[in-house]
């Protein structure tokens, strides 16, 4: 056995059941009489239901069951609930208008679930949709923003005046207009964060199951937080209690937040199965998922920087117009508010800060988080305004930023919007950067490519995030309605392998391996003696799974707070069983150890005798060797950075090619440097798609034109470079690790770079800022238009 | 899919016996764009008729003059083909392109140029080429063949047994992938060969492939990017879509017979 602990690139031991075909999947699940679903979706985007005939279909071969939404009404089920309300500038609470989990009355956009099919296959099912006859009569749809917020556009709610979710803001609005009254120069942007499809690689999938016999109810879903989903569809939807439902989420192919959320196919099953006793199983095909899975992202934004003459940052106010979709998902609202606007100091010592944000009921797909959520929205702003700001003052980008930085002896750091920063040093990630991406020698380079007929740009962002998700009580007082604390149940078995039950959830992120890691070296034994349990409500503790990169930082901790349990628990059996007193053993290596000697007794003795105290100290301790120990962080984890992407633009076709990409983040303690530096090169890849690939597409009748991979451009290998990933870290102060957290990093720090680095490419064409993607059209357009001007020159 | 018959004849005789006996039967040779329309079920057809247990459609012949392609040859044997390589380069190069490493494993040039998608690349291949098309009743040349998108000169029972290439002095293949699909967002192939230079463009056009006669007639006087300086594309009937609009298109058809002409020397 290598060096296994905290800093070892230990290969990730759940990789050889997923790359051979192994892994267990929800759609790998099968049930004795499992029954298939297919469900029939709304083919506009906003429309009346008339009336659903459902005859045929029932009396076609195979068909079991046919339910349409007021079937479930009858049933007096709930709606998919929205787990946080955000407030209005008046303090009324948001609009909420209710989101049935198959459509009543009226479907609000395309693939909004209307009606669902049970056969015994799912040819049959999808034979007999076909014979479902749905009468709509078509109304006009809002799709986008725009067309959701002009003069008597089409109500999507018709209780929901002006398609207006809420109208929120932060900050202190007066020290702001103070601020731009005696500014020297403002640095203005208005920019839209593009509208994203997550598309991870495994579609969702549910299965449900009920037992006539014992009255409980089974659902496999492909989730981030099985007991998060329990708790929502049980109580909220279906009323069914804790203790009749179990959910399980198996391995799980990619989240990156679209998976977070209670959908409606999850109801649909369970609740189906219920009804006809019988297992139900369903499977999106692709184009469901585009059309049904949350999409990320779509702000559209104005925002301005108060600068003094030294180019200082005064204030920044920030307007910002959100798009929800059509209906409110789990944790829409937090996402433009919570999540956005209180990162909005980003690393900068803005004094003063005003952000006001109006979201919107639009005909789209539901927008929720995804991979960052509100965090990419926010340094993409920050980092391009503050590009902006160098423009206006003369000033370099890279000087700009130092001059505004929260020095590193600042911290703790009060931002005016909210957070409080434990730790970071923006000079280190920065110059560490500079230095891995030669920022010094790019001129040359610049002018090398010009000979090759390319335009060569470089871009950079220093951003920092909030993660670590989240104080209970903070998140409360913000209109969360949920408490997200983290737990862990650490079992030392008799023989002194160690099974670890943990409330987050692994779908990609290789937590098997980092938090074995963790665990053998808390308890100094070899990997493969510990077993890390998640995703299943029958044997976990009550935790609220993985999103907001909050998996080590908070379960992780928890898994530090129970170990300490367990190993104080462990030196009163072995003083019992050394005849030492407990205050005199030490753990260390595997063994309670008699301080300043060699007695000994090792944790599989130690285990041993707690689970068979015969010789054991019974009437001051229980027997066994297991603790659970909840964790509600402090605060949020802080990681920030530094990444720097060079671009090269061909200008005969627009084509970028990203030729240097580098970053280097503050994450705070790695546990595995591996595992950390995939999953920033993952969160870049997807950052690069957001900046040069991909966007979600509606016509103005609300018709999904990227609704498939054919039109929907997710990255591919060759449109990467290699990404070089350093870290220089600060610890965070708060918790037992001093971790920060790594998923999302890569995806927040990196658009604003690339586009950056296309902005400087195209600097001679008079371009200052451009929207997501940077695609070759979009750049041609530019360069065409300009040509003229440029040949003059 | 809906349900069908599904039959593996061993002859093209057969094959064309059950097509003919059966109007709403469907050949299948890769079935890299079949299935998925089955699955979508935007196609509905009564039989399945898979010419893969066809041997006699397989391979690749060159003779002095011609390369000869069967239509069932996959596009990775045509690219990994040494005989091809060394006749029309070109054409290796743009199956090599085709797609990913499982399509090109399963789809042929007999599937590719009967189903005719505007955005394929084998159609620029076949016209720029001045191929000829064989099928069981007839021989086609290239400009006959290709009559409008998703639709070309084969009667419901005429099977695509093999397409004939002369071998061209020069050619080249240069492609503008769509971004999404990397299928041909702009493709253009150009030759000079036995029957004067011929360029083809694939990927742009509304109604699928076609000639760009000004830049033949620029090449032919001067064979050389420069030539096509000022040649232009007309945006009347190009594609225009969410990733370029027709006047994109018809800047890169320009852009990319430029490239192809230097790449073919
Ligand atoms: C993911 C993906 C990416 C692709 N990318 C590209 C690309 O970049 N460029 C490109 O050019 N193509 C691309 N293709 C298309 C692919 O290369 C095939 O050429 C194409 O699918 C047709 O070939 P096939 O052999 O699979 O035909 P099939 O799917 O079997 O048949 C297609 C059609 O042609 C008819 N047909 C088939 N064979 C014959 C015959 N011998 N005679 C008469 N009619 C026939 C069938 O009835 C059917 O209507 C891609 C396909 C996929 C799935």
């Keep these: 056995m290598g060096f296994e602990g905290i800093g070892a690139a230990v290969r990730r031991r759940e990789d050889l059941r997923f790359i051979s075909g192994r892994g267990n999947y929800t759609d790998d699940i099968n049930r004795p009489g499992q029954l298939h679903a297919v469900i029939i979706r709304s083919p506009h985007a906003h429309a009346r239901i008339k009336g659903i005939d459902a005859a045929a279909a029932k009396a076609a071969p195979g068909v079991v069951a046919v339910f349409v939404g007021e079937d479930m009404a009858a049933d007096n089920l709930g709606g998919l609930p929205c787990g946080w309300q955000v407030k209005n500038k008046d303090g009324s609470p948001m609009a909420e208008p209710p989101h049935p989990v198959l459509a009543v009355g009226k479907v609000r956009h395309v693939g909004d679930p209307v009606a669902v099919v049970i056969a015994e296959s799912k040819g049959a099912a999808r034979d007999a949709a076909e014979l479902v006859s749905v009468d709509y009569e078509v109304l006009p749809a809002a799709p986008t923003l725009e067309a959701a917020q002009k003069p008597g556009a089409p109500l999507v709610h018709d209780g929901v005046a002006g398609n207006i979710c809420y109208d929120w803001h932060l900050g202190d609005k007066d020290a702001v207009d103070a601020a731009f009254a005696k500014a020297h120069k403002v640095g203005r942007l208005e920019l839209v964060n593009n509208r994203l499809i997550p598309n991870a690689m495994e579609p969702r999938a549910a299965v449900g199951e009920f037992d006539p016999a014992s009255g409980d109810y089974t659902l496999y879903t492909t989730s981030q937080n099985p007991h998060v989903i329990r708790l929502l569809m049980g109580a909220f939807v279906l009323h069914i209690p804790e203790h009749k439902l179990r959910v399980v989420a198996p391995d799980v192919g990619g989240g990156f937040g679209s998976k977070i959320y209670h959908y409606a196919e999850e109801a649909i099953v369970t609740w189906a199965a219920g009804k006809v006793k019988r297992p139900v199983k369903w499977t999106a095909e692709r184009t469901e998922s585009f059309m049904s899975d949350a999409h990320g992202r779509d702000h559209i934004t104005v925002a301005e920087m108060a600068m003094d003459k030294d180019g200082k940052f005064l204030a920044l106010r920030v307007h910002t117009q959100a798009n929800m979709g059509a209906y409110l998902s789990t944790f829409a609202p937090c996402v433009p508010t919570y999540l956005y606007a209180t990162l909005l100091a980003g690393v900068y010592t803005t004094p003063a800060i005003y952000a006001e944000v109006k979201a919107v009921f639009t005909n789209s797909v539901p927008v929720d988080a995804y991979r960052g959520a509100g965090r990419p929205e926010a340094s993409f702003l920050l980092e391009r305004l503050v590009d902006i700001c160098a423009l206006e003052m003369g000033l370099d980008r890279v000087e700009i930023r130092r001059r505004n930085f929260i020095p590193a002896s600042a911290f703790p750091y009060q931002t005016p919007v909210a957070l409080q920063y434990d730790s970071g040093d923006y000079n280190a990630t920065l110059e560490a950067c500079l230095k891995a991406a030669d920022w010094a020698g790019f001129e040359a380079r610049r002018a090398e490519a010009k000979k090759r007929g390319k335009l060569r740009g470089i871009g950079i962002s220093t951003y920092i995030e909030a993660c670590g998700i989240a104080p209970s009580a903070v998140v409360g007082s913000l209109g969360a309605r949920a408490g997200l604390y983290e737990v862990a149940n650490i079992r030392v078995n008799p023989t002194g392998s160690i099974t670890v039950f943990t409330g987050t959830h692994s779908h990609g992120q290789g937590h098997e391996t980092t938090f074995a890691q963790l665990i053998a070296d808390q308890f100094g034994v070899p990997m493969s003696q510990v077993e890390i349990v998640h995703g299943d409500t029958a044997k976990i503790p009550f935790g609220m799974g993985t999103y907001g990169s909050r998996s080590i930082a908070v379960g992780g901790s928890a898994m530090v707070k129970a170990a300490e349990k367990i190993i104080a628990k462990g030196k009163r059996i072995a003083a019992h069983l050394l005849e030492a007193s407990a205050d005199d053993i030490e753990f260390k290596d595997g063994k309670f150890q008699v301080a300043g000697t060699d007695r000994a007794k090792a944790l599989a003795e130690v285990s041993l005798a707690a689970y068979v105290p015969h010789n054991y100290p019974i009437e001051e301790l229980e027997p066994g060797l297991e603790e659970t120990a909840f964790y509600d962080p402090k605060n949020f984890t802080y990681p920030g950075g530094c990444h720097i992407c060079e671009v090269e633009i061909d200008p005969d076709t627009g084509v970028v090619q990203v030729v240097n990409f580098c970053a280097v983040d503050d994450v705070g303690r790695v546990i595995n440097p591996m595992i950390v530096e995939g999953q920033i090169q993952g969160g870049v890849a997807q950052g690069i798609g957001q900046a040069l690939l991909e966007t979600c597409v509606y016509d103005e009748n609300g018709q999904l034109l990227s609704g498939s991979m054919m039109d929907y451009t997710m990255p591919r290998a060759d449109d990467l470079p290699n990404i070089k990933v350093g870290t220089a870290i600060t610890l965070c102060t708060h918790n037992p690790l001093g971790v920060k957290g790594c998923g999302e990093v890569g995806a927040i720090g990196s658009p604003p770079a690339v586009i950056g680095a296309v902005v400087d490419a195209l600097k001679d064409y008079g371009v200052r800022h451009l929207d997501m993607p940077a695609t070759p059209h979009k750049l041609w357009q530019i360069i065409n238009a300009n040509r003229p001007r440029m040949a003059a020159e | ?265």
């Design chain 2, 1 to 265: 899919m809906y349900d069908f018959a599904y039959h593996r004849p061993s002859s093209v005789a057969d094959a064309v016996k059950l097509l003919a006996s059966d109007p709403d039967a469907k050949v299948m040779s890769g079935g890299m764009t079949l299935i998925p329309t089955l699955k979508q079920r935007l196609a509905k057809p009564s039989a399945i008729v898979d010419l893969s247990g066809i041997k006699d459609l397989v391979g690749i012949s060159v003779s002095g003059s011609a390369v000869t392609i069967k239509a069932m040859t996959t596009h990775a044997a045509v690219a990994a083909s040494a005989e091809v390589k060394k006749a029309i380069p070109a054409l290796a190069a743009m199956a090599e392109h085709i797609g990913d490493a499982q399509v090109r494993n399963r789809g042929t040039i007999g599937g590719s140029i009967a189903n005719h998608d505007p955005a394929a690349d084998y159609p620029g291949a076949v016209l720029a080429l001045g191929a000829t098309v064989h099928t069981n009743k007839r021989k086609i040349a290239a400009d006959d063949f290709f009559t409008g998108m998703f639709s070309t000169a084969l009667a419901p029972d005429e099977i695509v047994t093999a397409v004939e290439f002369p071998i061209p002095e020069k050619a080249a293949y240069v492609k503008f992938p769509n971004p999404a699909s990397r299928y041909a967002m702009v493709g253009v192939f150009v030759a000079k060969g036995p029957a004067g230079v011929r360029v083809a463009v694939t990927g742009a056009g509304a109604n699928g492939v076609f000639r760009h006669t000004a830049m033949e007639e620029a090449l032919a006087k001067n064979w050389s990017p420069d030539a096509l300086h000022d040649v232009g594309t007309a945006e009347e009937g190009l594609n225009g879509d969410i990733h370029a609009s027709k006047e994109y298109r018809a800047h890169l058809v320009g852009v990319m017979a430029k490239r192809a002409v230097a790449k073919a020397g």
